[in-house]
């Protein structure tokens, strides 16, 4: 009598890791495939399948600047621990120098200003941000290619035992936690496959993505990251690390979610600022076509199209709420004025009830 055979279902995800892919696709646009990883590596964590006395893991991101990288780390660390700010950054531009590591780790004993200086990468630094719920801790470096090569050496021991060593001897463990490494490298390559040429127009642009996400330039640009990855880093430094994720260029579709997601956090500040009787607030497409074109450059990615929101909406609607053209309850709308060539800022006052007619005792006897 045979055996029966079931067909698995390798793919499917437990609610935990599908609850989190939702999460992070809503807050993240355009980097699938660097949700996917995450996802992948937090799911193994959770069944308790990762590898005993490793972090749990640890990431490369590439990309031009702009991509989402910082972005996704950050939204990881929204998701699971309510807060954005609960990824520890650390800005790898400070440590360019090699005696710069003691800002990290710490000065041994005997050094000038032992006791004076803090090392930032503590046990109680790495853990402040645990909760009941999630005890993992999100470690960023920065643009890591900007840092000296004392940090990649550090970085060694982390990424291969989970261990630093202060310089006090102490012992950080990392084996709770996912390490994240972002660089601009290879980013002049990507844009010379995605822009030929300089000078092209916004419609070309957006016609040049398309055809890199049919076709396979996805696999040139993912290998151009990653050669220039190779380039920099050390083979040991390199085979420490789990996964490499090269961020995909960012089109007019995700240019307009982003500029969603841009407007709905608009509203959220608005509605901080006044209160319960919160302003509704409108931006008509008009206007949203607007911001994308003053908002998108391929050189600088996202931060550009947040930039043109600040300017161009937020603060507008600062003044109107300074100098109180705008009150609680009040509906906003931002419109775009072709002749004037800008946004215009219309206000809707709430609607007040008439006064209720009180019919005198005499009428009422009649």
Known sequence: MGRLRTLLEPQKMGREAETLLNNLRKRIVGQDEAIRQIVGVYQTYLTGMASPGR???SFLFLGPTGSGKTRTVEALAESLLGDPRAAIKIDCAEFQHSHEIA????SPPGYLGH?????LLSQEAVNQYHTEKVKLSFVLFDEIEKASDAL?????????????TLGDNRRV???????FMTSNLGASEMNAIVR?????AAGAADEIVAQIREGNQTDKISRAGKEAARKKFSPE?????????VFNPLGEPELKKILNLELEAVEERVSQVVGANAIRFTVNQRAQAFLLREGTDLRYGARHLKRAVERLVVEPTSNLLATQQLEAGDSLLVDFDADLGSLTFLKEAREIAPPRQVSSGKSAAA
């Open 55 to 57: 972090p749990v893991g």
């Open 103 to 106: 800002k990290l780790i710490g």
């Open 115 to 119: 006791r004076e200086t803090h090392p």
């Open 152 to 164: 990649w050496n550090l970085l060694l021991g982390v990424l291969d035992k989970a261990v630093l």
């Open 173 to 179: 463990d990392f084996s709770r936690a996912m390490i």
């Open 196 to 200: 030929p040429r300089l000078g092209f």
């Open 237 to 245: 430094f390199m085979n420490r690390i789990d996964k490499t994720v």
